[in-house]
């Protein structure tokens, strides 16, 4: 079922979307320009409405009850800096009692802080999303898994080391997916290690994901960050009792190429375009970048 419809991408930075036309399924609710059925909000929503952080009613999985929210690929509205910060510090204090998992590495700078402020809106007017029936819970699955013309998950080839992230490999020839290994003990310091490679938002739970996976753009091609409690070849161990893996299920070679998200906390973050840009120098040093563009006539 659906919950809501959100006018915003979390993950919605200009290297990781493109195409206006695209629309997801998510589990996450960013509670950013968004609406709901009246029936909903009337009857099951308003008579408990909190005082304050209300948006966390809309994330209590107990009360979701598996419902999901639409959002677009590129973003039609963005937070003011007061509204982003408002929804952002409640889930960062909850993130300072988490341990690190980078080693001597440590935290770093979390890049989300800033990119969230260049994150590109559909500048059309209208836009035809064709047949929405693909949207509908019951079908969005299989559509998601291999309906989607030349970028379904079960199309996606394994990145089989992170160093690869940050060459050309990946540039052409996809879709890709980045197995990570994410266990119930260690799900949200994995995440943040990851998220701060990619530049995207670092709290948890995920945002913007599909059952745990995370779909990007990524630079010609499609790349898929899933999560799985199996461990490299070489560290298996037994599962916990909780632990569940339901991707494998659909895909029975996904353990044999799992990455550790905790090493990419020191790994460079590899440069990314938007889609169709291009990468400009200038021809003396100090030179702006709104100059540069000025001069080639081009958008910053």
């Known amino acids: 079922a659906t919950m809501c419809a959100s006018a915003f991408n979390d993950n919605g930075m200009a290297p990781f979307v493109a195409d206006p036309t695209v629309v997801t399924r998510s589990d996450w609710f960013s509670g950013l320009a968004w609406m709901a059925r009246v029936v909903d909000l009337r009857d099951e929503w308003l008579p408990i409405w909190p005082q304050e952080h209300w948006e966390e009613l809309f994330r ?8 999901q929210c639409l959002i677009p690929e590129v973003s039609r509205a963005v ?3 007061e509204q982003f910060w408002a929804f952002e510090v409640p889930i960062r204090e909850r993130e300072q009692s988490l341990p690190l998992m980078g080693g001597a590495v ?4 979390i890049a ?5 402020r260049f994150a590109p809106l559909c500048g059309l007017h209208r836009v035809s999303l064709g047949d929405v029936s693909r949207l509908l819970s019951s079908r969005y699955w299989d559509f ?3 309906g989607w013309p030349g970028e379904g998950l079960l199309k996606a080839k394994p990145v089989s080391a992170t160093a690869t992230l940050l060459g050309e490999e990946l540039e052409q020839g996809g879709p890709w997916r980045l197995a990570y290994h994410s266990s119930v003990d260690d799900a949200p310091t994995v995440w943040r290690d990851l998220a701060n490679f990619f530049g995207l938002p670092p709290a948890w ?3 913007g994901a599909y059952f745990g996976v995370v779909r990007l753009r990524w630079r010609d091609s499609v ?5 799985t409690p199996a461990l490299a070849a070489g560290k298996g161990r037994a599962f916990h009792a909780d632990e569940k893996d339901p991707w494998v299920q659909v ?3 996904l353990h044999k190429h799992v990455l550790s998200g905790t090493k990419m906390a020191a790994m460079v973050q590899p440069v990314l375009l938007p889609a169709n840009a291009l990468l400009i120098g200038a021809n003396r040093p100090s030179t702006s970048c709104d100059f540069v563009c000025k001069e080639h006539k081009l958008t910053c």
């Open 60 to 67: 209590n999985q107990s009360r979701r009850r598996n419902r």
């Open 79 to 81: 937070p003011s800096e």
């Open 106 to 109: 440590g935290l770093r700078p």
């Open 112 to 116: 989300y802080d800033m990119a969230w």
């Open 144 to 146: 998601f898994l291999k």
């Open 205 to 207: 739970p995920v945002r």
């Open 223 to 227: 790349l898929f960050l899933v999560p």
């Open 251 to 253: 895909m029975p070679d």
